[in-house]
């Protein structure tokens, strides 16, 4: 399922809530800021990361390139002492892209077309919105990415929700429906080998 030519070690962290997040609003490739509850998160988020690695000496820092994972960056990186700008982005790591959703909430979607938007909890991971991507899609540049990195470094990473369902897919070896149908919490940090996931 995962090639072996990376064993890379990931702080995973989705970005902090958005106002579209708490409306259940699909957003995808939108780039919608962090809301104040978000911010805070981050805050928590970056808190939690120090305890647990100070400043994070030796790491790599990568996000996403959309603005709600960079302030989730920044935030972090506030909180471990660093320069909140020495980062790197990845447009591998950007938010899989909902086509038609975004911007719809699941009621008003539910109302467009009851079945379709149904049916996509049966076969979620090879689900594919109009005009969007599906996970399994996404597992193609989530991958390439991965197996790009230094199998003997650390990285810390902020991105997007399905970006880490396809994430945990790619290393802890699960099903694609386990993996699809994960809701990806933004107050928590995962630290993600091959085979391993902690949280914090």
Not at 117 to 130: D, E, I, M, S, T
Not at 187 to 196: A, M, R, Y
């Amino acid at each position: 399922m995962s090639s072996s030519s990376s064993g890379a070690k990931l702080y995973y962290i989705r970005h902090g809530q958005t106002d579209w997040n708490a409306e259940l609003r699909f957003q995808g490739q939108r780039d919608i800021p962090l809301n104040d509850f978000g911010r805070a998160q981050a805050k928590r988020n970056g808190e939690k990361l120090f305890e647990k690695i100070g400043n994070g000496e030796g790491c790599t820092f990568i996000s996403s390139p959309l603005s709600r994972t960079r302030e989730t960056m920044e935030i972090i990186r506030g909180e471990m002492g660093l320069d909140k700008s020495d980062y790197a982005l990845d447009k591998r790591l950007v938010e899989i892209s909902y086509g038609d959703f975004e911007g719809k909430t699941k009621p008003e979607l539910k109302k467009l077309n009851r079945e379709m938007f149904l049916n996509r909890k049966q076969n979620a991971w090879n689900f594919r919105p109009n005009n969007g991507e599906s996970q399994a899609d996404t597992l193609v540049r989530v991958a390439q990415w991965y197996d790009g990195l230094d199998a003997n470094k650390t990285y810390v990473v902020t991105a997007h929700g399905a970006v880490g369902r396809v994430v945990r897919f790619y290393l802890l070896g699960i099903s694609e429906q386990e993996a699809a149908t994960f809701v990806f919490p933004q107050d928590k940090v995962f630290e993600i080998t091959k085979g391993s996931e902690i949280r914090f």
